[in-house]
Nanobody, 119 residues
Framework: QVRLVESGGGLVQAGGSLRLSCAAS????????MGWFRQAPGKERKFVAA????????YYADSVKGRFTISRDNAKNTVYLEMNSLKPEDTAVYYC????????????WGQGTQVTVSS
């Protein structure tokens, strides 16, 4: 079990950039695959990006490919989401999530951080 705390959200103009961070508690962070998801108002939560325990396998939703970059620092128990060329449709609450040994459903979720992109 890990506790996740996101930070770095805010208000940015279209075309701008933000970097989200997700700090994890516990000593076994490197055993977890990590993901970022987002939920826009009135819509379902959707997958954004994922990274395996070593950082060797990375996946992106088509809607963010080429604009967002996921990374992790296991020494700091932190996963990041660098977001560039932001669009108004990127506006959402962004959540990080963890799943043990990169298998099954994501079992642990953060509280979310709001990202608002103005046009």
């Amino acid at each position: 079990q890990v506790r996740l705390v996101e930070s770095g959200g805010g208000l940015v103009q279209a075309g701008g950039s933000l970097r989200l961070s997700c700090a994890a508690s516990g000593r076994t962070f490197s055993s977890y695959g990590m993901g970022w998801f987002r939920q826009a108002p009135g819509k379902e939560r959707k997958f954004v990006a994922a990274i395996n325990w070593s950082g060797g396998n990375i996946y992106y939703a088509d809607s963010v490919k080429g604009r967002f970059t996921i990374s992790r620092d296991n020494a700091k128990n932190t996963v990041y989401l660098e977001m560039n060329s932001l669009k108004p449709e990127d506006t959402a609450v962004y959540y990080c999530a963890a799943r043990l040994r990169d298998t099954g459903l994501y079992q642990n979720w953060g509280q979310g951080t709001q990202v608002t992109v103005s046009s």
